[in-house]
């Protein structure tokens, strides 16, 4: 039985020890998804039409295999970290249940939410911009081959 409850102690501060971290992260993803959006805008709109007039077949392939992976990683470590982000806090949130303390578990549940809304965002957007990169850049690839037939 002690053993049990020093090791419930030593998980218990594992975890908690990880709530900052995984926020700082949480955000650091969040901004990077922003960047990525705006970076998808100026592809879509101007970088694509230069690599496809480049003929660049090649690097075209590397630049867009590299994009892909970037948000591909968003979508799916976004939604981890939300989830991480809503469970960590809910330990003391339920504690603070226990003993009585609404307002300790108010800012646990407002926190878990914030962190979930956050890492869902991320992961939409992330699954978004991959599914767009891949139809542009094949799109893109396919005009650039046809164009070299013809020529």
């Not at 990525?36 to 660049?56: F, I, N, T, V």
């Amino acid at each position: 039985m002690l053993t049990s409850d020093l090791l419930a102690q030593v998980m218990r501060s594992l975890v908690s020890n990880l709530e900052w971290p995984v926020m700082g992260v949480l955000l650091t993803v969040t901004a990077l998804a922003v960047l990525e959006c705006g970076l998808a805008a100026g592809e879509r709109w101007l970088g694509l039409r230069h690599w496809r007039q480049s003929g660049q077949m090649a690097l075209l392939e590397q630049q867009g295999r590299r994009r892909i992976e970037r948000v591909d990683m968003l979508a799916k470590v976004g939604p981890m970290l939300g989830l991480m982000g809503t469970l960590i806090p809910l330990g003391p949130g339920l504690a603070a249940l226990g003993g009585g303390d609404l307002t300790l578990l108010a800012q646990a549940l407002i926190k878990a939410f914030d962190t979930t809304v956050l890492g869902l965002a991320v992961g939409a957007c992330g699954y978004v911009l991959g599914k767009w990169r891949r139809r542009w850049y094949g799109d893109c690839l396919d005009a650039m081959e046809a164009a070299g037939e013809r020529s």
